[in-house]
């Protein structure tokens, strides 16, 4: 069907679909939006619906199937959610192989036994919330506007070592070791650390700060989190003249080894840039080692060394060693606010190996297949989706619009669905939906939404395609209506000036902003149009 009369078919089934407060229909501001400069040929997909009737207020394309990208983590944290519960807790032993004398001093090793704990005590506030900023510092190797949480990364390590130490030890003649075999090591899935382990210490990254000094030409303030003698850096930072370009480039130089170069205008915020460790294990290792001497405990193996996996025992033989201490998470829910709140790669890459471990497998596929049973309870037809990974990175990663308002619909009708609901962003307020909208937007603090962006380098222009920008998640409208509503769009040039200058992830996630606006301004009495017939582009 041409795409004129597919759009005409359209604009007149939806025209019943509810006039806007101002008395134009919704349909018709939503085609305006989809007509933007720059995005008139993109490939849209559009499903809107009543979230207590079911029935649908606007769809276009909605069964046929678009990249999701970080939509993804709808499916994944939902399917661990389920299989774990909102209140599952990650227990973490610090485990004794060999016996401790009159004097405290154990002739053994110590041994931690990863459980998969996505935080281990970091980004854990007092009340035992866990704490975000909206730009994660997963994510500042790309950017200036990286940010870390004011707590303690090494909380839980530190939990462990006072523990210890107040049980009585004094000192461990053997090794410490980190017990890492819980599920197959993976890559992650998108931007951020690359490594999926059963142990992660500050997401495995050594974050660096980097502030300027009073006047040009002083040298930067640059320090590092967690401070560790794991990790050796070499630092060339200057301070110029207020109104210069900054510039921060943390480079690997060998193992273990790192340089930090660059300049910090007079009066910048602080930059964050990070440092991914290859040895997840060993690092975490030497950190318990120096947690330990820290609450006084003398440890002789040195935190320079490697984990070697080769001492450890077998796995059956690990879970029947006495404890010596134990760090307990705060709930699963947690753990999911922060995944969606700020779109969290790594994490959200580790919950499908979370789920296989959770049955006593190890695989990534074994979880994958886990998940899609997972899924089915909540209503979502899996002959209809494709996922390789937990995070929207993948290229097998392919869903409708259909089966995410059915797994939204499905969450919604669960008995702990507000503590999901309460994990989404926020529009307009926190999180990836923190800027989607302006602060004066009606629509600002009315829908509660995950987000999605995907791009490739096109090598012929030298500039990008937006293979996908999305949203999916609850919507109220200004009289009251609860939508469930979810948005594709792919297949757009990114760089081109259309107009009103070049179209950026930016301007798309702004204008899934601006959908969000023109469905909060639904009337409550508005009726809802027969489905029309199947429409084609």
Not at 132 to 140: E, G, P
Not at 226 to 234: I, Q, W
Not at 318 to 343: D, G, H, N, Q
């Amino acid at each position: 069907m041409p795409i004129r009369l597919a759009l005409s078919l359209s604009l007149a089934w939806a025209f019943a679909c509810g006039a806007a407060n101002g008395g134009e229909p919704v349909a018709s501001k939503v085609e305006t939006i989809l007509q933007t400069p720059g995005f008139a040929d993109a490939h849209w997909g559009l499903l809107a619906i009543d979230a207590k009737s079911g029935e649908v207020v606007y769809e276009r394309n909605a069964d046929q199937m678009f990249c999701p990208a970080s939509v993804t983590k709808l499916y994944s944290t939902s399917a661990a959610w389920l299989d774990l519960g909102p209140d599952y807790r990650f227990q973490t032993p610090l485990l004794r192989r060999g016996e401790i004398d009159k004097d405290g001093v154990l002739h053994g090793d110590l041994i931690l036994s990863a459980q998969g704990d996505l935080s281990l005590g970091g980004r854990t506030l007092p009340d035992g919330t866990l704490a975000f900023q909206d730009n994660d510092h997963t994510y500042a190797g790309g950017n200036l506007d990286g940010a870390i949480v004011d707590v303690d990364p090494l909380a839980g390590l530190d939990h462990l070592a006072r523990e210890a130490a107040a049980s009585g030890l004094k000192g461990v003649e053997g090794d410490v070791l980190i017990d890492d075999r819980l599920f197959e090591t993976a890559a992650s899935s998108g931007s951020g650390p690359s490594r999926v382990t059963p142990i992660l210490i500050n997401d495995n990254l050594v974050d660096v700060v980097a502030s300027p000094g009073s006047k040009a030409g002083d040298p930067a303030r640059v320090r590092i989190i967690p401070e560790t003698s794991f990790v050796s850096y070499d630092v060339l930072v200057t301070t110029v003249a207020e109104g210069e370009r900054p510039r921060l480039v943390v480079t690997t130089v060998g193992p273990r080894r790192f340089e930090v170069r660059g300049r910090i205008p007079v009066g910048f915020h602080s930059i964050v840039k990070n440092h991914e460790v290859e040895e997840p294990a060993a690092f975490a290792r030497a950190l318990l080692i120096e947690s330990l001497r820290k609450r006084g405990v003398r440890i002789d193996a040195s935190p320079l060394g490697n984990n070697d996996e080769a001492k450890l025992p077998k796995r059956s033989e690990v879970v029947a060693l006495p404890k010596v201490a134990e760090y307990t998470s705060p709930p699963f829910r947690e753990y999911v606010k922060v995944i969606l709140k700020v779109s969290l790669n790594l994490h959200a890459s580790t919950l499908p190996l979370l789920v296989a471990a959770h049955h006593g497998e190890r695989s990534y596929r074994d979880g994958l297949r886990r998940e899609g049973e997972l899924l089915k309870t909540l209503g979502v037809d899996v002959s209809k989706i494709s996922f390789a990974g937990g995070a929207g990175g993948e290229r097998a990663d392919l869903t409708t619009p259909r089966q995410t308002v059915a797994l939204l619909r499905g969450l919604a009708k669960r008995p702990d669905f507000p503590s999901y609901e309460a994990a989404l962003p926020v529009l307009g307020r926190d999180g990836t939906l923190a800027n989607a909208v302006p602060a004066d937007s009606p629509a600002r603090g009315h829908a509660r939404a995950k987000t999605g962006t995907y791009y490739v380098g096109n090598e012929i222009s030298g500039k990008s395609v937006l293979t996908s920008k999305s949203l999916a998640g609850y919507l109220e409208t200004a009289g009251g209506r609860p939508l469930i509503v979810t948005f594709f769009v792919s297949n757009v040039p990114l760089g081109i000036d259309a107009g009103q200058g070049p179209v950026t992830a930016t301007t798309a996630g702004r204008l899934l902003g601006r959908l969000c606006e023109a469905f909060y301004s639904i009337d409550a009495t508005a009726k809802v149009a027969e489905k029309p017939a199947a429409t084609k582009e």
